[in-house]
Nanobody, 120 residues
Framework: QVQLVESGGGLVQPGGSLRLSCAAS????????MGWYRQAPGKQRELVAS???????YYADSVKGRFTISRDNNINTLYLEMNSLKPEDTAVYYC??????????????WGQGTPVTVSA
């Protein structure tokens, strides 16, 4: 089973930057796609960005050109560089990973979330 621990959230002014990290640990054969989701108060959780194990990225339209996702497969860590932050980026950001362990198909793990607040 995979445990995911996010870090890097906090309070930032509009136009500022933050870098989120997500470290995976535990028992697994391999980790496939990893992603960042966010959930703002009163809203549904949404996919922000994801990256396959072969480094193919996906971005939601709302963050294209501002956010950059990356991963280091050697240390099983996912990153999200967030620039030009806007108040509407305020949310709890969750890390997600699809991994292979004892089941024939992928299993899903979620982190506990790290809050990001963009405010003057």
């Amino acid at each position: 089973q995979v445990q995911l621990v996010e870090s890097g959230g906090g309070l930032v002014q509009p136009g500022g930057s933050l870098r989120l990290s997500c470290a995976a640990s535990g028992s697994f054969r391999s980790i496939d796609t990893m992603g960042w989701y966010r959930q703002a108060p009163g809203k549904q959780r949404e996919l922000v960005a994801s990256m396959t194990v072969s480094f193919r990225p996906y971005y939601a339209d709302s963050v294209k050109g501002r956010f950059t996702i990356s991963r280091d497969n050697n240390i099983n860590t996912l990153y999200l560089e967030m620039n030009s932050l806007k108040p509407e980026d305020t949310a709890v950001y969750y890390c997600n990973a699809a991994y292979y362990w004892r089941q024939p198909g992928p299993e899903i793990s979620w982190g506990q979330g790290t809050p990001v607040t963009v405010s003057a």
